[in-house]
């Protein structure tokens, strides 16, 4: 679960003050399931499902 912009933009701030770069990233992919490696999982997951049948 991810923090909330205005949490994420918060944090930022309070590094990029220390002296510090904190760029935040678009999450992208999550409706692929392509987000965190979870499209290798998914993909490995049915490979592994039609072999055992």
């Known amino acids: 679960e991810c923090s909330s912009n205005n949490r994420m ?31 290798k999982s998914a993909s490995a997951r049915g490979r592994r499902e039609k072999v055992s049948l």
């Open 9 to 39: 933009h918060r944090f930022a701030e309070i590094v990029n003050d220390g002296g510090l770069s904190a760029p935040i990233r678009t999450p992208r992919g999550r409706d692929i399931l392509a987000a965190c490696g979870q499209l």
